[in-house]
């Protein structure tokens, strides 16, 4: 007697009960889907019921990228009426890239007074929604430096009037933006002309890669200024070995993280649920992965 008392207090110990092994406690962490990553899903009928079924494997918020500048609407809802349904999914609204590019016009007279007006409009939509974060996902590659700026003091206007309304404002880059204009790479032209109080960069690290470019390396040089990361791969997160995430992640903290996104533009599978399924969980059980990133 005295001993099977003493044997369970050690399986106990262990975290195991005489009828097995103690079963763990599933893994929860902040995990941001972009929409855009079930477009071939998604319709404004049914988007709800595809956030569920994100939900239940473990992503827990959305990026939005359906923003209609014409009528107000995301994925075809009143603003309240999408975080309504969202939140109603068991997500919550995080972010949407949304983007107004400038005319030739526009870059040559530096008339911004158009697309700032459009901006005000979006930004009390997206104020609606609940956005914690706008992002504009692309601007293009440009002719000279002189175009470059001029979308330099845009960003930083329209982080000004996001920054009014209480939403923070970031720019996500392609693989371009690490190609030279007239000498400069235009993404550090971008982090040095954009300030830091306005404008976040919310760094794409896939295409960094594919631009040859370091991410941790731009977390050194930049460090504060990365409050959002695109998680993304050549097709499921994880799955191409070239994307070194343990070392980004391990950086988040230089790099200013808060919080991150999945993304998913190619898939391994015809039923592309799996894809989802599959980067949820590498993310959720990678142990340089934390809960959260937010304060």
């Not at 005295?2 to 050690?10: A, E, P, T």
């Not at 692309?138 to 996001?162: F, M, P, T, W």
């Not at 050194?220 to 997160?237: A, C, N, S």
């Amino acid at each position: 007697m005295k001993v099977s008392f003493i044997l369970l207090s050690l399986l106990a110990v262990a975290g195991v009960t005489a009828c097995g092994p103690k079963e763990q406690a599933p893994v929860k962490k902040d995990m941001c889907i972009q929409m855009y990553s079930a477009r071939s899903l998604i319709t404004p009928e049914n988007y709800p019921d595809i956030l569920k079924e994100m939900a239940a494997m473990g992503y827990t918020a959305v990026e939005a990228a359906n923003y209609n500048g014409n009528e107000g609407l995301l994925y075809g809802d009143a603003p309240e009426t999408f975080k309504e349904k969202v939140e109603g999914a068991g997500m919550k609204v995080l972010s949407s890239h949304v983007s107004r590019g400038l005319s030739r016009e526009e870059l040559d007279n530096h008339d911004l007074t158009a697309a700032l007006a459009w901006w005000d409009k979006c930004i009390d939509v997206h104020k609606r929604a609940g956005m914690k974060y706008i992002v504009t996902p692309a601007i293009g590659g440009q002719r000279d430096l002189k175009d470059l700026q001029v979308y330099c003091d845009y960003l930083n206007e329209v982080g000004r009037r996001c920054q009014a309304a209480g939403i923070q404002y970031g720019y996500h880059n392609h693989a371009y933006e690490f190609e030279k204009v007239e000498g400069e790479v235009m993404y550090d032209y971008m982090l040095q002309h954009t300030d830091p109080a306005l404008v976040f960069f919310q760094m794409d690290v896939y295409w960094a890669i594919i631009g040859k470019a370091s991410p941790v390396d731009y977390f050194k040089r930049y460090p504060g200024r990365f409050t959002m990361l695109h998680i993304k791969d050549e097709w499921e997160v994880g799955q191409s070995g070239m994307v070194g995430f343990d070392a980004i992640f391990k950086n988040a903290e230089l790099a200013g993280l808060k919080d991150f996104v999945v993304e998913i533009e190619r898939y391994s599978y015809e039923d592309i649920r799996k894809s989802f399924q599959e980067s949820a969980d590498y993310l959720l059980n990678a142990p340089f992965v934390k809960a959260t990133y937010a304060e």
